[in-house]
C-alpha cells in the first residue's frame, strides 16, 4: 500500500479501512509506505519490486500515481489505483469511482487489464514515464497557475480558475512530428499528448484515445484571440465541431514536439522543468492495472 498521506484527511481511519479490506480478501501481510515531499513515490514504489509483492494499491494525486506506474511497468506486478487527488485522470478513464469506499471493492474485486505506459524524453528531463497525459504551453501553464490552497477547497474547479486566468497564454510556435514523418510547423497555444483523453467533467480532449490500443494521441490548441474560445470548448464536446482551424489530432506510436523558445511542460499534471522539447513513444501493455 503506496499512500500520499497528505491526500488523506484521516489516514489512521483510513489504513483501517483498507487493512479490513485486504484481510478479508486474503492479503494478511500488507506493507504500508508513506510518499514524502522529497519522493512521491519512487522508493515505494522500488521497496515493493524488490519484496515480490502481489498488487500494490496506491492512494494519491495523478502524481503519485505517475510515479509509482512508472516504477512499476515491466514488473508485471499489478497496481490498483484509489483516487485521492484533483485530478485523478487515471481513475476517471479506467471507470474506478471517484468514492473512496467504493472504488476500494471495484479494485479488491475487480478485473486486471494490460494498458500502455509511454517513454518521456526531453531536455533537461532525461527518460521517465508517464500514464495519462503530458503538455507543454497552456495546459502546463493552468496546472502550473492553480493554487494549491483552492485545490483543497474546490477540487478540480481550481484549474477553471487558472484556465480563465491563462485564455491569452502567448503562442508558441512548434514542429510536431509524428512516427519519423514529415515535420509540421504550427503556431498554438498548447500541445498535449495523451495515452487517455478524457479530462475532468467529462470532456473528451482526445475522444479517441485508449489506454491499451497500442498508439498515443496528441492535440494541438490554437485559438487565435480570446473570442474563439468558446467554439473551441464547445469542439470539444460536439462531435461534428471536433476539427477545425483551432484545433487539430494525431496519432501514433512515437510523437515528437519541438518549441521554438523554452516553455512550461507537465506531465500528468504535475509541472516539471521548462524547456522546448517533449518526444513520447508508447510501451504497449507494459502495466497490469486492476479496474471494476
Request: with cysteine.
Amino acid at each position: 500500500m503506496i499512500l500520499n498521506p497528505i491526500k488523506i484527511p484521516d489516514a489512521d481511519e483510513f489504513r483501517g479501512k483498507v487493512d479490513a479490506a485486504l484481510t478479508e480478501r486474503g492479503y494478511d501481510d500488507s506493507l504500508w509506505l508513506e510518499t514524502t515531499a522529497d519522493d512521491a513515490g519512487s522508493t515505494m514504489a522500488k521497496r515493493a519490486i524488490e519484496e515480490t509483492v502481489d498488487l500494490v494499491v496506491v492512494a494519491g494525486g495523478d502524481g503519485t500515481v505517475r510515479v509509482v506506474c512508472a516504477e512499476l511497468a515491466r514488473t508485471n506486478i499489478p497496481v490498483a489505483v484509489l483516487p485521492a487527488g484533483t485530478g485523478n485522470l487515471l481513475a476517471r478513464n479506467l471507470g474506478i469511482s471517484l468514492d473512496l469506499d467504493l472504488a476500494l471493492v471495484e479494485l479488491l474485486d475487480g478485473d486486471e487489464q494490460r494498458i500502455d505506459s509511454v517513454l518521456i524524453e526531453g531536455d533537461e528531463l532525461g527518460t521517465d514515464r508517464f500514464v495519462v497525459m503530458a503538455g507543454l504551453g497552456l495546459d502546463a501553464a493552468i496546472i502550473a497557475d492553480a493554487p494549491d490552497e483552492l485545490k483543497k477547497r474546490v477540487g478540480w474547479a481550481a484549474y477553471v480558475v487558472s484556465t480563465l486566468k491563462n485564455l491569452n497564454h502567448p503562442f508558441v510556435r512548434v514542429e510536431i512530428i509524428v512516427d519519423g514523418g514529415r515535420p509540421l510547423r504550427r503556431r498554438v497555444r498548447t500541445v498535449v499528448i495523451g495515452n487517455v483523453g478524457t479530462l475532468q467533467a467529462n470532456i473528451p480532449l482526445l475522444p479517441d484515445a485508449l489506454p491499451d490500443d497500442g498508439v498515443i494521441d496528441a492535440v494541438v490548441l490554437a485559438p487565435r484571440r480570446i473570442t474563439h474560445w468558446p467554439r473551441l470548448a464547445l469542439s470539444l464536446v460536439v462531435k461534428r465541431l471536433r476539427e477545425g482551424r483551432h484545433i487539430e489530432r494525431f496519432t501514433g506510436k512515437t510523437i515528437q514536439v519541438t518549441a521554438a523558445k523554452t516553455v512550461r511542460r507537465q506531465l500528468d499534471g504535475d509541472g516539471i522543468s521548462d524547456g522546448r522539447t517533449l518526444s513520447a513513444a508508447v510501451d504497449p501493455s507494459a502495466l497490469r492495472v486492476r479496474i471494476p
